[in-house]
């Protein structure tokens, strides 16, 4: 079965700074890969996804993420972050049967 | 408008009563989970269900069980079988292979 491993549970950055929140996987066939978000006390939100084709990913409010087979990653970027961003954030990858989520990140943007 | 409707919201229940989440999507969406989120642990799979009838477990299938008698329903049973019940309880559902999970808005167990 596939898995995930986040590496950073917390990562606070200043308003206007750039952001990285690291994810790995593991998967012996073929996976898709997806970044969540979630707001307290509130489901799961998709941020972004990677299926097939380009290996940079972007969502409508700033984010992308760069699918690297080679380095089995899928890590999340922003150049930019608002005090909106703050959240928590969880990448998840499928075999195309069950989903599996990383233990997430949970990312506070200080003023 | 089209989602996932779960409920309760918020559940408090004795130690060794049977708890059943409800969950209901109108996505037409074929495949539904269950997750239980712990702080710090992500979401952990409980169980799946790709189709009608049938239904799989996850990593933490012990003193859960499911039923999917109608595509629309996934409902969730906590049993006093499970150890330690007091976690958020988030549903979702896709429409299969590698497409997205849409999420409900959680049921937060309470066992007192």
């Known amino acids: 079965a596939q898995s995930v491993t986040q590496l950073d549970s917390q990562v606070p950055v200043f308003e206007e700074a750039p952001v990285e929140l690291r994810c790995n996987y593991s998967?012996?066939?073929?996976?898709?890969l997806f970044w969540y978000v979630q707001y307290p006390n509130q489901g799961l939100q998709l941020l972004l996804k990677?299926?097939?084709?380009?290996?940079l990913v972007e969502s409508i409010n700033g984010f992308e993420a760069e699918f690297n087979k080679s380095q089995t990653s899928f890590h999340l970027r922003k150049p930019s972050v608002h005090i909106s961003d703050t959240a928590e954030y969880f990448c998840?990858?499928?075999?195309?049967?069950?989903?599996?989520f990383g233990a997430g990140t949970r990312l506070t943007v200080k003023p | 408008d089209g989602g996932i409707t779960q409920s309760p919201k918020y559940l408090f229940r004795k130690e060794g009563q049977n708890v059943t989440l409800s969950c209901e999507q109108n996505?037409?969406?074929?495949?539904m989970y269950w997750y239980r989120q712990d702080p710090g642990q992500g979401l952990r799979l409980i169980y799946y269900?790709?189709?009608?009838?049938?239904?799989q477990k996850g990593d933490i299938a012990e003193g859960y069980s499911v039923s999917r008698e109608k595509k629309e329903s996934f409902p969730l049973t906590v049993t006093s079988a499970q150890k330690n019940p007091t976690a958020f309880y988030l549903c979702?559902?896709?429409?299969?292979?590698?497409?997205?999970?849409?999420f409900g808005e959680g049921s937060r167990l309470t066992v007192l």
């Open positions: 979702a559902s896709s429409i299969g292979g590698a497409g997205e999970l849409f």
């Open positions: 998967s012996s066939v073929s996976v898709y």
């Open positions: 990677y299926l097939s084709g380009s290996t």
């Open positions: 998840a990858v499928t075999d195309g049967t069950d989903m599996r």
């Open positions: 996505l037409n969406h074929d495949a």
């Open positions: 269900s790709q189709i009608v009838n049938d239904f």
